[in-house]
């Protein structure tokens, strides 16, 4: 079992930045690979990006790639999500998730986070 808590959100202008983080509880964190996901009122979860196991391997969404980074500190047992040059379509609640492997689906992992709001105004 794995429990996952975000903090770190807030409102930003647009052009600022923000860094998420996600504990985790347990002693197996450093076997799951990690994701963010993120949902905006009125529409469908969206992947975000996900982090290998070990850090070594990372993916990430066209939408957001180089201004969003994941990283992950094992022996923190926490994944975190650096998210520069903010957008108004960037708002929304975020998630952390984790699962056996890295992946785009949401399907494919088993435990998630509570959410945190990101709210980037123009």
């Known amino acids: 079992q794995v429990q996952l808590v975000e903090s770190g959100g807030g409102l930003v202008p647009a052009g600022g930045s923000l860094r998420l983080s996600c504990a985790a509880s347990?002693?197996?964190?450093?076997?799951?690979?990690m994701g963010w996901f993120r949902q905006a009122p009125g529409k469908e979860r969206e992947f975000v990006t996900a982090?290998?196991?070990?850090?070594?391997?990372?993916y990430c969404a066209d939408s957001v790639e180089g201004r969003f980074t994941i990283s992950r500190d094992n022996a923190k047992n926490t994944v975190y999500l650096q998210m520069n040059s903010l957008k108004p379509e960037d708002t929304a609640v975020y998630y952390c998730?984790?699962?056996?492997?890295?992946?785009?689906?949401?399907?494919?992992?088993?435990?998630w986070g509570q959410g945190t709001q990101v709210t980037v105004s123009s």
């Open positions: 982090i290998n196991w070990s850090g070594g391997t990372t």
């Open positions: 347990g002693r197996t964190f450093s076997s799951y690979a």
């Open positions: 998730a984790a699962a056996r492997w890295a992946s785009h689906e949401g399907y494919e992992y088993d435990y």
